[in-house]
């Protein structure tokens, strides 16, 4: 139901009587929505409350007289999209979480930095992605095979090509540079079904999508200069998490 909702910028009416406190309209919003809602906080802008729902960011009042979804909150002072950070931190994970042994690896300069993406290869925006990775100095890159079979029916056939190759990391950069797959038939053990269980768990719904060092999630191709930034950023934040929990 909340899908067919979020397209909908402007908003159905809700009727409630009392005021109502987070919890108050946590439950209201899970009965009106027949979905769970992951948490409600105080926006700090107009009286609404943030409520994060399957993945999706809604806003509504405090009497739950009315809601917006699929819109996105800006700071009318700084210009700052308050949605997009907040969807930034509500969907971070642990990146020492991830599975690291099932990615590609690739290795830039001394490693120090490190990201990790889940891309299709039959993705236009991943291979304009594996070009701007040659930029960024200094990181360890982490490659999930990530097909989209409703997309793409023979990504997943691909995938497993590249993962049995005796090089991965070569076959990767071969097919996105000519196209041409790797000599076998993808028979080997691979963990592409596992992959794909693991992107569901993260609602990972597009490719590329990037996982940074703090665990924030950006999905789409980025420029260079946008993947060096995020690093920066990332690698500040992953520090400030590190020294909090000492």
Same mark, same amino acid.
């Given at each position: 139901?909340?899908?067919?909702?979020?397209?909908?910028?402007?908003?159905?009416?809700?009727?409630?009587?009392?005021?109502? !406190?987070?919890?108050?309209?946590? $439950?209201?919003?899970?009965?009106?929505?027949?979905?769970?809602?992951?948490?409600?906080?105080?926006?700090?802008?107009?009286?609404?409350?943030?409520?994060?729902?399957?993945?999706?960011?809604?806003?509504?009042?405090?009497?739950?007289?009315?809601? @917006?979804?699929?819109?996105?909150? @800006?700071?009318?002072?700084?210009?700052?999209?308050? %949605?997009?950070?907040?969807? /930034?931190?509500?969907?971070?994970?642990?990146?020492?979480?991830?599975?690291?042994?099932?990615?590609?690896?690739?290795?830039?300069? !001394?490693?120090?930095?490190?990201?990790?993406?889940?891309?299709? &290869?039959?993705?236009?925006?991943?291979? /304009?992605?594996?070009?701007?990775?040659?930029? &960024?100095?200094?990181?360890?890159?982490?490659?999930?095979?990530?097909?989209?079979? %409703?997309?793409?029916?023979?990504?997943?056939?691909?995938?497993?090509?590249?993962?049995?190759?005796?090089?991965?990391?070569?076959?990767?950069?071969?097919?996105?540079?000519?196209?041409?797959?790797?000599?076998? $038939?993808?028979?080997?053990?691979?963990?592409?079904?596992?992959?794909?269980?693991?992107?569901?768990?993260?609602?990972?719904?597009? %490719?590329? %999508?990037?996982?940074?060092?703090?665990?924030? @999630?950006?999905?789409?191709?980025? &420029?260079?200069?946008? @993947?060096?930034?995020?690093?920066?950023?990332?690698?500040?934040?992953?520090?400030?998490?590190?020294?909090? $929990?000492?």
């Amino acid at each position: 139901m909340l899908k067919k909702l979020l397209p909908l910028a402007l908003a159905s009416l809700f009727v409630a009587t009392v005021n109502a !406190d987070e919890a108050d309209i946590k $439950k209201a919003m899970e009965a009106k929505l027949g979905a769970k809602v992951e948490s409600v906080t105080k926006s700090g802008y107009l009286g609404l409350y943030e409520v994060y729902s399957e993945g999706n960011i809604l806003y509504t009042d405090d009497k739950m007289t009315a809601f @917006i979804a699929g819109g996105q909150l @800006i700071d009318g002072k700084t210009m700052k999209n308050v %949605t997009e950070e907040r969807m /930034r931190k509500l969907t971070a994970i642990k990146f020492s979480e991830l599975p690291l042994d099932r990615a590609i690896k690739q290795v830039r300069g !001394d490693g120090k930095r490190v990201l990790a993406t889940f891309e299709d &290869p039959n993705c236009g925006y991943c291979k /304009r992605l594996a070009k701007d990775l040659l930029n &960024p100095d200094n990181v360890e890159i982490y490659t999930f095979l990530y097909p989209i079979d %409703t997309l793409h029916p023979d990504a997943a056939r691909k995938s497993r090509q590249i993962w049995c190759a005796a090089d991965r990391t070569k076959a990767w950069d071969d097919f996105f540079a000519t196209g041409a797959l790797p000599d076998n $038939k993808g028979d080997c053990d691979n963990p592409v079904a596992k992959l794909a269980e693991l992107g569901a768990k993260y609602r990972v719904n597009a %490719t590329p %999508t990037v996982v940074f060092a703090d665990g924030s @999630i950006v999905p789409g191709a980025m &420029p260079a200069q946008r @993947i060096e930034q995020e690093l920066k950023t990332a690698d500040a934040e992953a520090k400030k998490l590190a020294a909090a $929990k000492k």
